[in-house]
């Protein structure tokens, strides 16, 4: 009987073993190949985010003509962006940088401005107030500056087309993935005992309905967050509306944190356009932002992802301090994934020790 169970205990640790082992080689290899890694994973994730709206087409018409219309419109989505938010938003940054020069001599106004209340106000208190001497910066400094911020102009083109490249490859990979979805289910759930692949099934379908809702969502949201920011802006005549609309699109994906560093962005973008402006573009953010909140969220995204507030809030500082910004936008639907498997997996595992004691 001790025989049988210390056999069976070595081939417990020969089981944790090999798997560490698995674990190790899969991480070494994925690590020689980000590239490879990086469209996958993007790939991954367009096919969950298209998912609601081909399974709602699938209803209406057969499977392949529903995903092939879904990214018909994704690719003229992305034609659209390229043709005219692309060239407007390089214009916007080429202008942003030309105009560095006049951002220092406005900052440095501010600074003397907020020295001279200080001395006048304070007279007796000698709080030091460090900022930009313009005038110490001769010319050639200054070109200097604004020719390196020309000059970064090219490695973001450059990033861009390699940004460009994984996504197009992405985007046909994705088109397979949901075009096979039912097979690759099935690889998934024949890794599993033949007493476990119902469970395993049921694994997959929630996981692909809270990664799917949520991404699918969330981009819906940004983008009209961004498109209302930047029409807004531009109504009022700021100049770099369109930066200031892509940046908050991306900032709204980026739970709590978020819309707060991009309202913080935008102060010194509107400072030379004057204090109005500066009001009036963080009231258009604060306000569209609470309107994303309270309307978009709940009638697009629809139920939570099962994560508490505080759990929440974790998942975005542990994300961001460890992956950066993917970190902090896919924290949350990471979480929720922790979530599902811990039910799935450790909880009847944990429940069964229990009973055995």
Same mark, same amino acid.
């Given at each position: 009987?001790?025989?049988?169970?210390?056999?069976?205990? #070595?081939?417990?640790?020969?089981?944790?073993?090999?798997?560490?082992?698995?674990?190790?080689?899969?991480?070494?290899?994925?690590?020689?190949?980000?590239?490879? =890694?990086?469209?996958?994973?993007?790939?991954?994730?367009?096919?969950?985010?298209?998912?609601?709206?081909?399974?709602?087409?699938?209803?209406?018409?057969?499977?392949?003509?529903?995903?092939?219309?879904?990214?018909?419109?994704?690719?003229?989505?992305?034609?659209?962006?390229?043709?005219? /938010?692309?060239?407007?938003? &390089?214009?916007?940054?080429?202008?942003?940088?030309?105009?560095?020069? *006049?951002?220092?001599?406005? %900052?440095?106004?501010?600074?003397?401005?907020?020295?001279?209340?200080?001395?006048?106000?304070?007279?007796?208190?000698?709080?030091?107030?460090?900022?930009?001497?313009?005038?110490?910066?001769?010319?050639?400094?200054? *070109?200097?500056?604004?020719?390196?911020?020309?000059? !970064?102009?090219?490695? =973001?083109?450059?990033?861009?087309?390699?940004?460009?490249?994984?996504?197009?490859?992405?985007?046909?990979? !994705?088109?397979?993935?949901?075009?096979?979805? *039912?097979? =690759? %289910?099935?690889?998934?759930?024949?890794?599993?005992?033949?007493?476990?692949?119902?469970? $395993?099934?049921?694994?997959?379908?929630?996981?692909?309905?809270? @990664?799917?809702?949520? &991404?699918?969502?969330? /981009?819906?949201? +940004?983008?009209?967050?961004?498109?209302?920011?930047?029409?807004?802006?531009?109504?009022?005549?700021?100049?770099?509306?369109?930066?200031?609309?892509?940046? +908050?699109?991306?900032?709204?994906?980026?739970?709590?944190?978020?819309?707060?560093?991009?309202?913080?962005? %935008?102060?010194?973008?509107?400072?030379?356009?004057?204090?109005?402006?500066?009001? #009036?573009?963080?009231?258009?953010?604060?306000?569209?932002?609470?309107?994303?909140?309270?309307?978009?969220?709940?009638?697009?995204?629809?139920?939570?992802?099962?994560?508490?507030?505080?759990?929440?809030?974790?998942?975005?500082?542990?994300?961001?301090?460890? @992956?950066?910004?993917?970190?902090?936008?896919?924290?949350?639907? %990471?979480? $929720?994934?922790?979530? &599902?498997? #811990?039910?799935?997996?450790?909880?009847? #595992?944990?429940?069964?020790?229990?009973?055995?004691?």
């Amino acid at each position: 009987m001790q025989a049988a169970l210390g056999a069976d205990r #070595w081939r417990r640790i020969g089981l944790i073993a090999g798997g560490i082992a698995l674990a190790a080689a899969a991480l070494w290899f994925a690590a020689h190949i980000p590239r490879t =890694i990086a469209i996958f994973l993007t790939a991954a994730f367009i096919a969950f985010g298209v998912r609601p709206v081909s399974a709602r087409l699938e209803r209406r018409m057969p499977k392949p003509l529903a995903i092939s219309i879904v990214f018909f419109g994704l690719l003229l989505v992305i034609a659209i962006f390229l043709v005219i /938010v692309v060239p407007l938003t &390089i214009s916007q940054t080429q202008l942003l940088a030309t105009n560095i020069p *006049s951002y220092a001599t406005t %900052a440095q106004a501010w600074l003397n401005g907020v020295q001279n209340d200080l001395d006048q106000y304070f007279p007796t208190l000698k709080l030091p107030v460090y900022g930009l001497n313009v005038g110490k910066i001769g010319g050639a400094q200054m *070109s200097g500056i604004v020719s390196g911020a020309l000059a !970064s102009i090219g490695a =973001i083109a450059l990033n861009t087309a390699t940004g460009l490249f994984i996504a197009f490859s992405s985007i046909v990979l !994705s088109f397979f993935f949901l075009l096979n979805d *039912s097979q =690759i %289910a099935e690889s998934f759930t024949a890794l599993f005992p033949a007493r476990k692949r119902q469970t $395993a099934q049921k694994l997959v379908a929630e996981i692909t309905e809270v @990664f799917g809702s949520y &991404i699918s969502g969330q /981009v819906i949201v +940004s983008a009209i967050t961004g498109a209302v920011i930047a029409i807004a802006t531009a109504i009022i005549g700021f100049k770099f509306s369109l930066i200031i609309g892509l940046i +908050s699109a991306v900032a709204y994906a980026i739970p709590i944190l978020g819309m707060l560093i991009a309202e913080l962005i %935008a102060i010194p973008m509107c400072a030379p356009q004057g204090l109005g402006m500066i009001v #009036w573009v963080q009231v258009i953010m604060f306000g569209m932002a609470r309107i994303s909140d309270n309307v978009l969220v709940p009638k697009i995204m629809g139920k939570s992802v099962g994560v508490s507030p505080i759990g929440a809030m974790f998942a975005v500082f542990a994300g961001g301090e460890l @992956f950066g910004i993917p970190g902090l936008i896919l924290g949350i639907p %990471a979480a $929720a994934l922790i979530k &599902i498997l #811990w039910r799935y997996f450790m909880a009847p #595992w944990i429940t069964g020790q229990l009973e055995k004691s």
